[in-house]
């Protein structure tokens, strides 16, 4: 981790998950009132975020109201640049994905909606965290569970550990495709990077290691590798994509792999 975070609570009702977290994890656990690191996992009645006291923004994970749910059902199903990355066409049943980079499980859900089985890895547990609090959330509601209905499996993993241990693992079912978004440099203009990379740029920094996370996801994948990049960033490796798929601000670099 990158800035110093402590786990925080905001009644007696929320003290508790919050103190099992921070014990788990060694984390210093205080009331709100009192935090004392400006980076804080904080746990509310209501939800489980994380904040920055100093600079005043904070971020949960909602899966049933706000942009999640707007993009479900208003995002354009198979037509989307992400459908097409991971290779849906009409009539095709849609492939299992293992999200590699989960974050706060944006691109996943929005995966989920279009029917793909999904494994989610994450390997910070403060962001794996907040994906679980928001999948135990919605878990009762109809429509959130006729979505992951195929699967929607959070992991607390590295995925370049994991990954080696499927290719290793002849009984293992490989996925379909394996989806890989990682952190992007902090560009000049940082107000231009959402409230939301903010956050998670300052817990995290930037992923060093997405060069041997490709390559080992291109030896597990079973049909493509899809890394998603910002327009105009350069590839993720000197391995030239297959092909690749734009949309306004976003480019996906697409690996497909010979069968
Ligand atoms: C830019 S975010 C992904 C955002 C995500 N696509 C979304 O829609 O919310 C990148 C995430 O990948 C995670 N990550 C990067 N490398 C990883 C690895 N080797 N194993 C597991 N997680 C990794 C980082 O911790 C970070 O949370």
């Known amino acids: 981790m990158n800035t110093p975070i402590s786990i925080s609570y905001t009644s007696d009702k929320s003290k508790e998950p919050a103190k099992n977290f921070a014990d788990k994890h ?40 706000g942009d999640l749910a707007h993009r479900q059902q208003f995002g354009g199903g198979r037509g989307q640049s992400i459908a097409k990355a991971i290779g849906l066409k009409q009539g095709v049943t849609a492939p299992s994905v293992l999200d590699a980079t989960a974050g706060l499980a944006k691109d996943a859900f929005v995966l989920a909606c279009l ?19 928001a999948v135990k959330r919605a878990e009762d509601d109809e429509h959130f569970q006729s979505i992951i209905k ?23 079912t490989l996925p379909d495709v394996i989806y890989l978004d ?45 890394v998603k990049r910002p327009k105009g960033a350069e590839n993720l490796s000197a391995l030239n994509p297959t092909y690749h798929v734009a949309s306004k601000k976003t480019r996906y670099d697409i690996y497909i792999i010979p069968q």
């Open 182 to 226: 990682p952190m992007y440099p902090e560009r000049k203009k940082s107000a231009s990077v959402k409230k939301n990379m903010q956050l998670l740029q300052s817990l995290l920094g930037k992923d060093e290691d997405t060069q041997a996370l490709l390559d080992i996801a291109i030896k597990v994948a079973r049909k493509r590798v899809v």
């Open 26 to 65: 060694k984390l210093a656990l205080n009331p709100i009132s009192e935090n004392k690191t400006s980076l804080i996992l904080n746990y509310t009645e209501e939800f489980v975020e994380l904040r920055d006291t100093e600079k005043n923004i904070a971020i949960h994970i909602d899966f049933l109201s």
């Open 150 to 172: 195929t699967g929607f499996d959070v992991k607390e993993e590295n995925s370049i550990k994991y990954l080696t241990q499927l290719s290793s693992n002849e009984n293992a």
């Open 115 to 133: 029917g793909c089985p999904l494994t989610l890895l994450e390997r910070s547990p403060i962001v794996t965290e907040l994906i679980r609090d």
